[in-house]
């Protein structure tokens, strides 16, 4: 049964930084995509970075040079580095997996962890 287990969030001021660690257990796709979403209060489910099995990587727009996704193929962990943080970046982040290509529609995914909360606010 595949698990994926985030942790990382917390509560930080303007400008701040967290990084965001998500342990996937029992994923044994060749292919596959890890991506980091995000649900800011109210609001709908966004895609926020996702890396694919061949290390490609891709960003929101709204992210773009603050934000980066690596991971440790070891140890099955996907990092989510977070700098520049604002009040607008406020959400529960979640990790999510998928057999092959990367998108950043949350539809795509059926494989969800529990989610970690980030709020920024000073």
């Known amino acids: 049964q595949v698990q994926l287990v985030e942790s990382g969030g917390g509560s930080v001021q303007p400008g701040g930084s967290l990084r965001l660690s998500c342990v996937d257990s029992?994923?044994?796709?060749?292919?596959?995509?890890m991506g980091w979403f995000r649900q800011p209060p109210g609001k709908e489910r966004e895609g926020v970075a996702g890396?694919?099995?061949?290390?490609?990587?891709g960003y929101a727009d709204s992210v773009k040079g603050r934000f980066a996704i690596s991971q440790d193929t070891a140890k099955n962990i996907v990092y989510l580095q977070m700098t520049s943080l604002s009040p607008e970046d406020t959400a529960m982040y979640y990790c999510?997996?998928?057999?092959?290509?990367?998108?950043?529609?949350?539809?795509?995914?059926?494989?969800w962890g529990q989610g970690t909360q980030v709020t920024v606010s000073s």
């Open positions: 029992g994923y044994t796709y060749i292919s596959y995509c």
């Open positions: 890396i694919d099995s061949d290390g490609d990587i």
């Open positions: 999510a997996a998928r057999a092959g290509t990367c998108y950043l529609a949350p539809s795509w995914y059926v494989i």
